[in-house]
């Protein structure tokens, strides 16, 4: 599972085609729905923390993990923007708290409410046992009846609409060329980034990284959420209340915390 380094400095500017906001409306609503409106949030591999900063503006006391250095910074450098900019009569997002730690090994100070992981992270985890490992933290980790949210991207958005492309993109900070491999009988997806980035003039670094993702079938998932003792409540269509389909190209996986609520 390795960190993202080069790309973490253009990841914003390459990923600004997601709509962060509608995201984080749709996961706000799930945790509405489960009587989560405040409190304590983990968000898992939160990356620069737009995420984490949506949630935390929406009143919830939020907590970022990832083990990759260079995106926490960025993601402390963002908060205090928006922490400066913040009128007094506005939810501030500079009580963030940001850990630099692997999901599978990470500590919290107590317990949370909720454990969200948005953004296909747990995709990086290429062996089943990682899954697992991260799900029975995530359940050690909840409040009694806790919630965790995370979503998977698909073995058709992999195998159909990635499979072996090239994807390639310029802009004047920066470019990338992506190519794309997936490996069928394995189940896992390699990109190879090829990224030129702007330092100043017309000079440009270039830097190279692969990236791994494994595709996770929903019985799998829900095999080893029940081995870490997490109980498994929807698995959704993304950002609908629709049931998976076969053609769906990421899908949001909800489940609870069970066993603390055991006498």
């Avoid at 009128?87 to 963030?96: G, K, L, N, Q």
């Avoid at 490992?133 to 990635?162: H, Q």
């Avoid at 959420?225 to 609908?240: H, I, N, Q, R, S």
Wanted: glycine letters at 6%.
């Amino acid at each position: 599972m390795e960190a993202y380094t080069s790309f973490a400095q253009v990841y914003d500017l390459f990923m600004d085609n997601v709509p962060y906001d509608e995201w984080s409306e749709y996961v706000i609503s799930l945790l509405v729905e489960a009587g989560i409106k405040d409190g304590l949030v983990a968000d898992l591999g939160c990356g620069t923390g737009k995420m984490t900063r949506l949630l935390s503006k929406a009143g919830y006391d939020m907590i970022g993990i990832d083990n990759s250095e260079e995106m926490l910074e960025i993601a402390r450098e963002h908060q205090y923007e928006d922490a400066g900019e913040a009128s007094d009569d506005s939810p501030e997002d500079d009580s963030i708290l940001y850990l630099l730690q692997d999901m599978r090994e990470f500590e919290l100070y107590g317990t949370v409410r909720a454990v969200i992981s948005i953004c296909d992270s747990m995709n990086y985890l290429l062996e089943e046992e990682e899954l697992l490992a991260v799900f029975k933290l995530v359940n050690n980790y909840l409040d009694p009846g806790g919630l965790f949210i995370f979503d998977l991207n698909t073995r058709y958005k992999y195998e159909t609409l990635l499979g072996e492309t090239t994807i390639s993109e310029n802009r004047e900070e920066g470019s990338f060329i992506w190519d794309n491999y997936f490996d069928e009988e394995d189940g896992i997806n390699q990109y190879d980034l090829t990224l030129f980035i702007r330092e100043e003039g017309d000079l440009y670094r270039k830097y190279e990284e692969t990236h791994f993702q494994k595709v996770y079938e929903l019985e799998t998932v829900k095999r080893l959420l029940k081995e870490a003792g997490l109980m498994f409540v929807a698995a959704y269509d993304a950002f609908t209340r629709e049931p998976v389909r076969e053609d769906s190209e990421r899908i949001y996986i909800i489940a609870r915390e069970q066993e603390k609520n055991i006498a």
